[in-house]
């Protein structure tokens, strides 16, 4: 059973801070895995998705990096802001899951000015 | 362009009342996705569609029933509500259940007195 954590559960820093969030799975047979941004009271909002063949995607100030042989992936986000104060989520898919995710359990982003 | 939208966005039961979470998506999604998030968790997958007709059961699907009579509309059915079911409920959709990205709706918080 594919079992996905995400650490630290939450995580504060000050302004300007590059940080990095870590997501770790059990199962390395992952067809492609997605980091979320979730603010409260509202829906989760996709911000990167990284095939099982890549490496790493990269939009604006988010870097998402992927190896699959040791069961990581992490969010790197560079010269943070208080707008990026969040709950972040990364979810795989199973290459055999059909249409399944597995969400971990997220990790609340706090910037502060 | 509205994307994926859920309603209600409140809503109180009392055990063994019933009750239809309405969703429905403008972006002639392919897949459409019922998840239900328990405080400080991840999202687990109650149900899920691939298409108008075709629906099939996620990782906790007792207590729920869904339809899919057109591409726009999935509906899930709470039949005698418990308050293990005392959640919040997130639909979701994709073109197709490969490489695509998710995008959500804002949720339905859900209380089963």
């Known amino acids: 059973k594919q079992e996905v954590t995400q650490i630290p559960a939450a995580l504060s820093v000050p302004e300007g801070e590059n940080l990095v969030l870590n997501c770790s799975f059990t199962d390395s047979a992952i067809y492609n895995l997605q980091w979320f941004r979730q603010d409260p009271g509202k829906g989760l909002t996709s911000l990167l998705l990284?095939?099982?063949?890549?490496r790493e995607q990269t939009s604006g100030r988010l870097n998402a990096s992927l190896d699959k042989s040791s069961g990581r992936s992490t969010l790197y986000i560079a010269a943070s802001q208080p707008g990026d104060s969040a709950t972040y989520l990364c979810?795989?898919?199973?290459?055999?899951?059909?249409?399944?995710?597995?969400f971990g359990e997220g990790t609340q982003l706090t910037v502060n000015p | 362009n509205a994307g994926v939208t859920q309603t209600p966005k409140f809503r109180i039961l009392k055990i063994g009342q019933s009750m239809t979470l309405q969703c429905t998506q403008d972006?002639?999604?392919?897949?459409m996705y019922w998840y239900r998030q328990d405080p400080g968790m991840g999202l687990k997958l109650i149900y899920y569609?691939?298409?108008?007709?075709?629906?099939d059961k996620g990782e906790v699907p007792n207590g729920y029933n869904v339809s899919r009579s057109t591409t726009e509309d999935f509906p899930l059915r709470l039949e005698l509500a418990a308050p293990s079911q005392t959640s919040v409920y997130f639909c979701?959709?994709?073109?197709?259940?490969?490489?695509?990205?998710?995008?959500f709706g804002s949720g339905t918080q859900l209380s089963v007195l």
């Open positions: 569609s691939v298409g108008a007709g075709i629906t």
């Open positions: 979701a959709s994709s073109y197709s259940t490969g490489g695509e990205k998710l995008f």
């Open positions: 979810a795989v898919r199973r290459e055999t899951s059909g249409s399944r995710l597995t």
């Open positions: 972006m002639n999604h392919n897949y």
């Open positions: 990284i095939q099982s063949s890549q």
